[in-house]
């Protein structure tokens, strides 16, 4: 079938942000009257959830479904047994697994995983079926999974992107921009320590934010601060100096350089080099 140009450049949108193939793309812009935005989250809120494993990897006693059902009535909110229940998603990552609820950005892996629609929107279907693809029926079994998922969130750039895409969505599901404190705090936690942006870019992003721009953050400025964090660390120790202003960045990333610049300049703090 022949697209439009902007079709195309939707199917591309699309693509980007969500690490999803063309096909899958196409699916969701058609479901979806071509709009990216509400496909993008129809895709991290409804979509790409793996088929369920076979019931042979299952551990013994029951079929992986059955046994992340019952796993799950642990969580489930007392009105709603399709949900957890607040209690219940602290129970599960903090006590069960675990994990800091507020500080590791594993929770973002995982709750992509299960493709929860947000802290309060994790449901029984999704559970069931994200860890079903793994074959992971048993909170030891989740917990060794987790330590693979880390170790890929770390080191794998393209895992890393559908995480944090992802992410947005996660705290953003009844509204269009994310308050400036949920962002700031979300930033800080799921930047990898060891990563380049983390290390030397991170706290004048954040400065930045808090004096100068003082608004809350759009779907586009957070795809577009992973690529200019990925721009950065391709032109190392020589930060900022060749970036293009003309280019397609957008404005806030435009600023966000033009306040970079003089601190650059006087080598402020020591942190523009590895």
């Known amino acids: 079938m022949a697209y439009t140009s902007?079709?195309?450049?939707?199917?591309?949108?699309?693509?980007?942000?969500?690490?999803?193939?063309?096909?899958?793309?196409?699916?969701?812009?058609k479901a979806t009257n071509w709009k990216v935005d509400v496909a993008a989250d129809a895709y991290f809120t409804g979509g790409g959830v793996p088929a369920a494993a076979p019931a042979s990897s299952a551990s013994s006693g029951g079929s992986v479904s059955g046994n992340l059902n019952k796993l799950f009535d642990k969580y489930q909110d007392p009105d709603n047994k399709t949900l957890m229940d607040i209690n219940g998603v602290m129970t599960y990552f903090m006590t069960d697994l675990s994990l800091n609820l507020d500080e590791?950005?594993?929770v973002f892996a995982v709750s992509e995983l299960v493709q929860a629609k947000s802290m309060n929107g994790f449901n029984r279907a999704g559970f069931v079926a994200g860890w079903s693809a793994v074959g992971a029926d048993t909170i030891p079994k989740q917990q060794s999974h987790i330590a693979a998922l880390r170790r890929k969130f770390e080191s794998d750039p393209a895992y890393f992107k559908r995480v944090y895409l992802y992410t947005y969505t996660f705290f953003t599901p009844d509204?269009?921009?994310?308050?400036?404190?949920?962002?700031v705090s979300t930033w800080q936690c799921i930047f990898p320590a060891n990563s380049h942006f983390r290390k030397n870019y991170l706290a004048h992003w954040v400065e930045f934010l808090q004096t100068e721009y003082k608004k809350s953050i759009s779907r586009d400025t957070w795809t577009q601060l992973l690529e200019f964090a990925g721009w950065l660390?391709?032109?190392?120790?020589?930060?900022?100096?060749?970036?293009?202003?003309?280019?397609?960045?957008p404005s806030i990333i435009d600023s966000f350089v033009?306040?970079?610049?003089?601190?650059?300049?006087?080598?402020?703090?020591?942190?523009?080099?590895?």
Do not use: H
Not at 17 to 22: S, V
Not at 175 to 183: D, F, H, I, R, T
Not at 234 to 248: S, T
């Open 6 to 29: 902007a079709q195309k450049s939707a199917i591309s949108q699309l693509v980007q942000f969500t690490g999803c193939d063309e096909r899958s793309a196409v699916k969701y812009l």
């Open 233 to 249: 660390e391709g032109e190392g120790e020589g930060g900022v100096a060749g970036y293009d202003e003309f280019g397609a960045w």
């Open 104 to 106: 590791d950005p594993i």
């Open 175 to 183: 509204s269009k921009s994310l308050p400036l404190p949920e962002a």
């Open 258 to 274: 033009e306040y970079l610049k003089p601190k650059q300049n006087r080598g402020e703090d020591d942190t523009w080099m590895d």
